[in-house]
């Protein structure tokens, strides 16, 4: 339960300064203006799905990383013990 709050936090405050950094040189009602395929989405909108979006690209990494530790760590104790994996 621990990695998955450290995760998840992490990558919130990943989403922040990534949100931070791509909106300070996108302008989400610009690009609305600019493409007919988005017109409907207004600036909060697309500030809000930036947000989810980097987020999610967090959380997914995030989340291998812990996947890949833990798989590391197993590996190393089977090689310690003697164990074969199956």
Same mark, same amino acid.
């Given at each position: 339960? =621990?990695?998955?709050?450290?995760?998840?936090? #992490? %990558?919130?405050?990943? =989403?922040?300064? #990534? *949100?931070?950094?791509?909106? =300070?040189?996108? +302008?989400?009602?610009?690009?609305?203006?600019? *493409?007919?395929?988005? +017109?409907?989405? +207004?600036?909060?909108?697309?500030?809000?799905?930036?947000?989810?979006?980097?987020?999610?690209?967090?959380?997914?990494?995030?989340?291998? @990383?812990?996947?890949?530790?833990? @798989? %590391?760590?197993? +590996?190393?104790?089977?090689? =310690?013990?003697?164990?074969?994996?199956?």
């Amino acid at each position: 339960m =621990a990695d998955v709050a450290a995760v998840g936090w #992490a %990558s919130f405050l990943a =989403a922040c300064a #990534a *949100s931070l950094l791509a909106f =300070a040189i996108v +302008d989400p009602g610009r690009l609305a203006n600019a *493409s007919e395929l988005i +017109d409907h989405i +207004d600036r909060a909108t697309g500030y809000g799905v930036g947000f989810l979006f980097f987020w999610g690209v967090g959380i997914v990494a995030g989340g291998l @990383s812990v996947l890949l530790i833990r @798989s %590391s760590r197993r +590996d190393a104790r089977e090689q =310690a013990t003697g164990r074969v994996p199956d």
